[in-house]
């Protein structure tokens, strides 16, 4: 008997609670919609003109079709509610109605604008799961909402043309921008896919692996840009990068900075006037080298050189990031993960200037002054090199003390310097800093406790 209750609510839970329930139960969106075998699917030839619209990738046609369909949006979004809410704004944007009775069981949503002009025109908006079909239609309305039906059963039984699955891939996508320009500056922003994927922008919607989109700049103060994008198979997502507009005169750019060429390949110090740097221990011999031998050139080094500028931009107050054109990245495969050094040398505000660094990691700073000081010209400090907001001390979320962006230290000393280990050496003033991002250390490691 106990036996037989025991069978009788296991087979009431089975009943209950189905297998593999809560799988089922996973929403299955649209992962992405192959446009050409779309299209052939549709019944609709292909286009001739491509644009990024607000809903999807916009594909035009130039000449009369015989389905009275004249252009065509498709748009995959990560999830179905970004899809409603996008597809609410398209909708309420165009003025579009619900459909009605007679186009019940097509889409999740499917609206309709008033027609227009002889032939009469309308748009067609259907919303299935997470993807949104736009037509723009030119004819007889009932022919357009057959047109909706056959999109809608694509998007419903095609795996092969839109696949299904948990979620909608989206191409990693990053922005290169300046952190601060100048009021009224026609700035490039630069793009780049990864794993050598081609995407869509507003810019340019032929599908590349990168390029630039233009912006200019209207208003002082910081602002997020955000860039709308599109995956070769009509994934929408978009992109957003901060930038602070500055005026001209308070710009970098303004410094009256020149390069700072030197006779060698290295910067050689000694204590004192009568030293013999050649005779000191090895481990005595201080230098320093920008110009290693494992450098290596860099193909895309304008996008190294602008991620070394904001990560200078981060630590730096204005008037210490350099121009452009005066940092140099390269390679630095001595490193494992194949990292990317710069280095810049220039002379600016009486001073002579080496920074050096890892991006992303770590940049050392070196600067020096004449000994003694020319009249009117003060020894350099931290507070004059280093932005407020980097030597204030904030609280992270756990209350712990912390920097905003990276850790430093600085040192100031006297030595004598000279651009070949023989000489000539001249006194100088020096302001060494050290600065580690954030990414670079763990004080949660065990070592540390």
Not at 162 to 175: D, F, M, S, T, Y
Request: aromatic share 8%.
């Amino acid at each position: 008997m106990a036996t037989g209750i025991v069978a009788a609510l296991l087979s009431c839970c089975l009943a209950v609670f189905p297998p593999h329930a809560e799988a089922d139960a996973q929403p299955q969106l649209i992962t992405g919609i192959d446009t050409q075998p779309f299209f052939a699917e549709i019944g609709w030839s292909p286009p001739a003109d491509v644009a990024i619209g607000s809903v999807g990738v916009e594909y035009t046609s130039k000449i009369a079709r015989a389905s009275g369909a004249k252009s065509v949006s498709i748009g995959v979004f990560p999830s179905t509610d970004a899809a409603v809410a996008a597809c609410d704004r398209h909708i309420a944007q165009v003025r579009a109605a619900p459909a009605g009775e007679g186009a019940a069981g097509t889409g999740d949503q499917l609206a309709c604008t008033a027609a227009y002009g002889d032939p009469p025109r309308q748009t067609i908006v259907l919303r299935r799961a997470n993807a949104i079909v736009t037509v723009s239609w030119e004819g007889d309305r009932e022919q357009g909402l057959e047109f909706a039906r056959k999109v809608d059963q694509t998007l419903r039984a095609s795996d092969g043309i839109c696949p299904k699955g948990p979620e909608a891939p989206l191409v990693e996508v990053e922005l290169i921008a300046p952190k601060i320009v100048a009021l009224g500056a026609l700035t490039q922003i630069r793009y780049r896919a990864k794993d050598g994927m081609s995407v869509r922008t507003e810019a340019d919607a032929a599908l590349r692996p990168g390029g630039e989109i233009s912006y200019r700049a209207a208003e002082l103060g910081e602002h997020t840009l955000r860039f709308q994008f599109a995956s070769s198979r009509n994934v929408m997502f978009a992109k957003s990068v901060t930038l602070t507009v500055a005026a001209p005169e308070d710009l970098p750019a303004t410094v009256n900075a020149q390069a700072w060429e030197w006779p060698g390949d290295a910067l050689y110090f000694i204590n004192a006037a009568d030293q013999d740097w050649s005779a000191a221990p090895e481990d005595q011999r201080e230098t320093l080298t920008p110009h290693e031998q494992h450098l290596a050139s860099l193909t895309d080094e304008d996008d190294w050189r602008q991620r070394a500028l904001n990560d200078l931009s981060e630590i730096l107050q204005p008037r210490w990031v350099p121009a452009p054109e005066l940092v140099h990245a390269r390679g630095y495969h001595a490193r494992p993960g194949n990292d990317t050094a710069y280095y810049a040398t220039f002379t600016s505000q009486g001073c002579n200037v080496l920074y050096m660094g890892l991006v992303g990691r770590q940049v050392l700073i070196y600067i020096e002054q004449p000994d003694p000081l020319p009249d009117g010209q003060q020894l350099l400090t931290a507070e004059d090199l280093v932005r407020d907001d980097v030597l204030s001390v904030v609280k992270s979320d756990t209350g712990e003390e912390a920097y905003p962006r990276a850790g430093f230290m600085v040192r100031t000393f006297h030595r004598y310097r000279a651009f070949k280990a023989e000489g000539p050496y001249e006194p100088v003033n020096i302001l060494l800093a050290r600065f580690r991002f954030a990414e670079e250390t763990n004080l949660r490691f065990p070592g540390y406790q």
